[in-house]
């Protein structure tokens, strides 16, 4: 089934409207301190919309392998909209949950998004600090 540019724009901006959390892309730097020893953070950028459903269970949507071919459940899918920039190594912090706000509500990413044609999709797990 193909579909036209006005019904993925369609869909796309339905997506987006389901889309009631919020949270911000830290982006993970790398660097060297002085001493030459390793420096690692997470910028955060502008907080933007995103799905989040943590009441996964054991469905298909959350299992997942790594590169290792090790098996393991996704504790989050995140979805966020198309375009945002985010990788591999970055991680996502949930700032709003169905309009409240929360704090120390960090996720790792569980290998690379999926992007399809509403949104990018992100197998999380909780960040370890």
């Not at 799905?51 to 269970?57: E, I, K, P, R």
């Not at 309009?99 to 999709?121: E, F, K, Q, R, W």
């Amino acid at each position: 089934m193909t579909f036209t540019a006005a019904e993925i724009a369609a869909m796309v901006a339905t997506q987006d409207t389901w889309m009631q959390d919020s949270c911000q892309v830290g982006t993970y730097e790398f660097d060297v301190d002085l001493g030459g020893g390793p420096t690692a953070e997470y910028v955060y950028g502008n907080e933007i919309p995103c799905g989040v459903n943590t009441q996964l269970g054991t469905r298909a949507l959350n299992r997942y392998y790594d590169s290792e071919g090790t098996y393991s459940l996704a504790e989050a899918v995140i979805r966020l909209p198309l375009g945002t920039a985010i990788g591999f190594a970055d991680r996502i912090r949930v700032t709003k949950r169905l309009g409240t706000a929360c704090a120390n509500v960090d996720y790792d990413l569980m290998g690379t998004p999926s992007i399809g044609t509403t949104c990018i999709t992100c197998n999380c797990r909780s960040a370890s600090t």
